[in-house]
C-alpha cells in the first residue's frame, strides 16, 4: 500500500521556523518526484515545492523562494521542507505528494497524497 505520512507541523510564531517531514513507503521512492503543496481556509492549493528523483530539479512557488527548502534523503524514503523566517499568509495544510517523471505545480498531475498536516503562524 502506497504511503505517505506528513510530520513536523504546529504552531510557531512569525519569524520561527518548522521542518516538515514526509515519509514515504510502499513505493519505489526513488523512482518519483514529491511536491509539497498547501492549501490555507478558503483559498485554493497551491503548489510550494518540487524535488526531482535526482534530487538535482527544484522548484520553488514565488511566495517561498529564499524561505523554504526542499531535500530528499531516499535512504530513509523521506521528504523534507525546512521552513524559515514563517509568516502568517504561511498558515494552511501543508501536504506532500507523489508522481513520476518531473516535477510539477499541477496537483491534479500527482498520483499519490498525503493526509495533510497543520502549519499555523500567529503574528
Known amino acids: 500500500e502506497v504511503q505517505l505520512v506528513e510530520s513536523g507541523g504546529g504552531l510557531v510564531q512569525a519569524g520561527g521556523s518548522l521542518r516538515l517531514s514526509c515519509a514515504a513507503s510502499?513505493?519505489?521512492?526513488?523512482?518519483?518526484?514529491i511536491g509539497w503543496f498547501r492549501q490555507a481556509p478558503g483559498k485554493e492549493r497551491e503548489g510550494v515545492s518540487c524535488?526531482?528523483?535526482?534530487?538535482?530539479?527544484?522548484n520553488y512557488a514565488d511566495s517561498v523562494k529564499g524561505r523554504f527548502t526542499i531535500s530528499r534523503d531516499d535512504a530513509k524514503n523521506t521528504i523534507y521542507l525546512q521552513m524559515n523566517s514563517l509568516n502568517p499568509e504561511d498558515t494552511a495544510v501543508y501536504y506532500c505528494?507523489?508522481?513520476?517523471?518531473?516535477?510539477?505545480?499541477?496537483?491534479?498531475?500527482?498520483?499519490?497524497w498525503g493526509q495533510g498536516i497543520q502549519v499555523t503562524v500567529s503574528s
Open positions: 505528494a507523489a508522481k513520476r517523471t518531473s516535477c510539477t505545480g499541477y496537483g491534479r498531475l500527482y498520483t499519490n
Open positions: 510502499g513505493f519505489t521512492f526513488d523512482d518519483y518526484v
Open positions: 524535488i526531482s528523483t535526482s534530487g538535482l530539479g527544484i
